[in-house]
């Protein structure tokens, strides 16, 4: 399953681009995050609660992030285990550009999940990944306007 957006945050690139790797900004934008801390190979360590139509579960999960393209290409990877719900894994490419002071930040998303969760059925699952990405980058998009102004 892959999704697409791009949204217009009102701050230079290179902002926009240290707050996407500010653990405390991530934790406040990640919808249901509990926990994330930095491994000292540098991937992240994160506890999520997610609410997957009739199933809520707790994944525990690592991501790794890819910061070769910086600052203007951004990547992460990452799986989480949700015990008898089932098993996540994903990534995202984003590429900033700046205009005018303000960032354009488009992002292509990739999800697969396995187990109890991948028998509610696809539309499902894609309406909550769309949900579930909408609620990151709009409360990304707030963080940064509040910051900023």
Same mark, same amino acid.
């Given at each position: 399953m892959e999704l697409?957006? +791009?949204?217009?945050?009102?701050?230079?690139?290179? %902002?926009? %681009?240290?707050?996407?790797? *500010?653990? +405390?900004v991530l934790k406040i934008c990640i919808p249901g995050c509990e926990e994330l801390l930095e491994n000292e190979d540098g991937s992240l360590s994160a506890k999520v609660v997610l609410k997957i139509g009739p199933i809520k579960a707790k994944f525990k999960g690592k991501v790794v992030l890819d910061l070769s393209g910086a600052p203007n290409k951004y990547a992460l990877s990452g799986e989480?285990? $949700?015990?008898? &719900?089932?098993?996540? /894994?994903?990534?995202? *490419?984003?590429?900033?550009? +700046? #205009?005018?002071? +303000?960032? #354009?930040? /488009? %992002?292509?998303?990739?999800?697969?999940? /396995? $187990?109890? #969760? &991948?028998?509610?059925?696809?539309?499902?699952?894609?309406?909550? &990944?769309?949900?579930?990405?909408k609620t990151f980058f709009e409360n990304f998009r707030k963080h940064i306007s509040e910051q900023t102004h």
């Amino acid at each position: 399953m892959e999704l697409k957006d +791009e949204i217009k945050l009102p701050a230079k690139l290179n %902002y926009v %681009y240290d707050s996407l790797n *500010d653990l +405390e900004v991530l934790k406040i934008c990640i919808p249901g995050c509990e926990e994330l801390l930095e491994n000292e190979d540098g991937s992240l360590s994160a506890k999520v609660v997610l609410k997957i139509g009739p199933i809520k579960a707790k994944f525990k999960g690592k991501v790794v992030l890819d910061l070769s393209g910086a600052p203007n290409k951004y990547a992460l990877s990452g799986e989480g285990d $949700g015990g008898v &719900a089932g098993f996540a /894994k994903g990534g995202a *490419d984003v590429e900033l550009s +700046e #205009i005018d002071n +303000e960032t #354009i930040l /488009k %992002y292509t998303a990739k999800s697969e999940v /396995k $187990g109890k #969760i &991948a028998q509610l059925g696809s539309r499902l699952i894609l309406s909550t &990944a769309k949900k579930l990405s909408k609620t990151f980058f709009e409360n990304f998009r707030k963080h940064i306007s509040e910051q900023t102004h």
